[in-house]
């Protein structure tokens, strides 16, 4: 028998510092001017076609528009000053969604947390964030990478299913900029950001109506942490790209969207067509335009928000999906459909009917991050 239950609230959070374009070129200006020659060109430039598979054209025709910009479409990112870490935001992120919830610390029975990265090597931030909520219940660490929130949600409904829980907090946190190398142009494409949603029981017909999460054990090796030595001479792990990285991303892109998304949809007994919205996560400029083209959607029905959020990982969806509610883009009832792709773990998609789903306050903005808002399309200048 088919049990409703799904999102009831969103909330997200943004560290206060707005790292723009200019920061780079003043501090890094050669690192600039030789961008081709680094790690970003392992990740994301062109490769020859070595066949004619459709889907491997279509990651390639779609990302070549942005490879005569160093910055490969990003205008701003967030990232954390020196008083902000992932802690903070998922702090932030947790008691918005909670209060939006119209629910009290107590009553959240368990939390699942995925922190990329955590405060501390090991564990996870899930019991340091349950203290600091004041939470009761159970604090799990579930890390699943930019794949974590769909694996989450689909755990949370499946223990409000079996009656083990009622309300379920799930909250998920990106602090790349504390992991990357600023010397490294791989920088150029990270930032930093928090969601959390609450999962419980809905009105009829509503919440979560169908999930696909497959492995993506291909992607194993695209990026890696490696322990180095700073330039202060400090120890601290760092995010590196793999040299098959670009190819792996090539070849394997579309292949896990089409499996996710036309197998959910299929099981729903619906079309592509009845569904109203779609949400990714956009961890690239161009990961939004492959996912429309690879379904056939009109690209009015979804939004991307990489230029000014750049790659926030595991929240990059729920900003997506946060956003697109607050501009009324998605209203109750409307069928959503959420796909993410996590290297070296999961691809997923979820079928959600909308609930009445609160949500937490608007944060900070900036022009363009209002333009995008908007729908105004920003033009990077060539070689911005």
């Known amino acids: 028998m088919y049990q409703p239950v799904g999102i009831r609230s969103v909330a997200v959070s943004f560290p ?4 723009t374009n200019d920061y780079f070129r003043q501090n890094y200006p050669e690192l600039v001017e030789k961008a081709e020659q680094k790690s970003l060109a392992r990740a994301f430039s062109p490769l ?15 990302m070549m528009p942005y490879l005569s910009d160093p910055f490969r ?37 368990v939390m699942l947390v995925t922190s990329l990265f955590p405060e501390k090597v090991v564990p996870g931030d899930a019991a340091f964030l349950a203290g600091k909520l004041g939470l009761r219940g159970a604090a799990w660490n579930l890390e699943s990478t930019c794949t974590s929130a769909l694996v989450a949600l689909q755990t949370a409904c499946a223990l409000i299913k079996a009656g083990e829980y009622r309300n379920v907090l799930v909250v998920l946190s990106t602090t790349f900029s504390r992991f990357v190398d600023e010397n490294d142009t791989f920088s150029f494409l990270m930032g930093d950001g928090a969601g959390a949603f609450v999962v419980t029981s809905l009105e009829a017909n509503q919440g979560v109506l169908n999930t696909k999460i497959i492995h993506t054990a291909e992607t194993c090796n695209a990026f890696f942490n490696e322990f180095a030595i700073d330039s202060q001479g ?21 292949k896990f969207c089409r499996n996710c998304c036309e197998d959910v949809i299929a099981n729903a007994g619906i079309t592509l067509d009845q569904v109203d919205f779609f949400v990714s996560n ?27 959020y750049a790659n926030i990982g595991a929240a ?28 070296t773990s999961n691809a997923g998609a979820t079928l959600i009917r909308w609930g009445d789903v609160a949500l937490g306050p608007l944060p900070a903005t900036s022009p363009s991050l209002m333009k995008v808002m908007a729908g105004t399309t920003i033009t990077v200048p060539k070689n911005q």
Do not use: C
Not at 84 to 98: F, V
Not at 236 to 253: C, H, P, Q, S
């Open 16 to 19: 206060s510092v707005v790292r």
């Open 48 to 62: 020859e076609f070595t066949t004619t598979n459709q889907e491997v054209d279509l990651w390639t025709q779609e």
């Open 73 to 109: 479409g990003i205008i701003e990112r967030r990232v954390l000053s020196s008083t902000e870490s992932s802690l903070t935001l998922e702090y932030d992120a947790a008691s918005q969604a909670i209060e939006a919830a119209k629910l009290s610390p107590e009553e959240i029975d």
């Open 234 to 254: 400090n120890p601290r792990t760092f995010i590196r790209v793999g040299k098959d990285a670009n190819k792996m991303l090539r070849d394997l892109f579309v």
């Open 282 to 308: 956009t961890n690239t400029a161009w990961y939004s335009s492959v996912y429309t083209k690879a379904l056939g959607i009109d690209p009015k029905r979804t939004i991307n928000l990489n230029s000014v």
């Open 316 to 343: 990059s969806p729920i900003a997506n999906l946060y956003h697109a509610a607050q501009l009324g883009k998605i209203r109750e009832n409307d069928l959503v459909l959420i796909y993410t792709f996590g290297g």
